[in-house]
T-cell receptor, first 116, second 114 residues
Framework: DTEVTQTPKHLVMGMTNKKSLKCEQH?????MYWYKQKAKKPPELMFV???????INESVPSRFSPECPNSSLLNLHLHALQPEDSALYLC???????????????FGDGTRLSIL | DQQVKQNSPSLSVQEGRISILNCDYT??????FLWYKKYPAEGPTFLIS?????DKNEDGRFTVFLNKSAKHLSLHIVPSQPGDSAVYFC?????????????FGKGTKLSVKP
């Protein structure tokens, strides 16, 4: 069982809808991540939060808006998405980031998002 | 340009034998390498990692070898079991650089036949 919990597991939404993906971890990790994975492709980093502050935004369109309410929670707010945004969205966490932090990232099972 | 390459999309091995999954990288700044296993409908599961100061790391049936001069790493699974059948991703990062930016290979689908 994964220690990173993502909800919902599946989400179907129209291009005008607003929805949110949620991620929770209780391992005391201080870094949390959002990845996007298209079919038959590797995960691609979207955002990194370190100590609840956004530290990396990999040129992600503004229709994706991350939020880190506290050290255990990470949200991804979605608005006006396009059909090409349909993918598996993965959340991950690790103990920390930066020099000396050779710690693995632990992933949730993802949210399968379909945009109609 | 792919910085992490897994050139074998698939590998088939008999149960009990050794599985060897290979990974090549191009960025000499990478200093931390990981292997993940992924089943369908699940997220990647961390298997084993290695820092660039080592050339081998072992955990049970899994051993990762790192050859820095060749920019190559491999994952050995001995003995292979049918439950090992999954997609295996190699990943790399620069721990002092872009924080937490894992670069993944495209994955190798391992099938272990009973």
């Amino acid at each position: 069982d994964t220690e990173v919990t993502q909800t919902p597991k599946h989400l179907v939404m129209g291009m005008t809808n607003k929805k949110s993906l949620k991620c929770e971890q209780h391992m005391g990790h201080r870094a949390m991540y959002w990845y996007k994975q298209k079919a038959k492709k590797p995960p691609e980093l979207m955002f990194v939060y370190s100590y609840e502050k956004l530290s990396i935004n990999e040129s992600v369109p503004s229709r994706f808006s991350p939020e880190c309410p506290n050290s255990s929670l990470l949200n991804l707010h979605l608005h006006a998405l396009q059909p090409e945004d349909s993918a598996l969205y993965l959340c991950a966490s690790s103990q920390g980031t930066g020099t000396g932090y050779n710690q693995p990232q632990h992933f949730g099972d993802g949210t399968r998002l379909s945009i109609l | 340009d792919q910085q992490v390459k897994q050139n074998s999309p698939s590998l088939s091995v008999q149960e009990g034998r050794i599985s060897i999954l290979n990974c090549d990288y191009t960025n000499s700044m990478f200093d931390y390498f990981l292997w993940y296993k992924k089943y369908p409908a699940e997220g990647p599961t961390f298997l084993i990692s290695i820092s660039s100061i080592k050339d081998k790391n072992e955990d049970g049936r899994f051993t990762v070898f790192l050859n820095k001069s060749a920019k190559h790493l491999s994952l050995h699974i001995v003995p292979s079991q049918p439950g090992d059948s999954a997609v295996y991703f190699c990943a790399a990062s620069v721990t002092g650089g872009s924080q937490g930016n894992l670069i993944f290979g495209k994955g190798t689908k391992l099938s272990v036949k009973p």
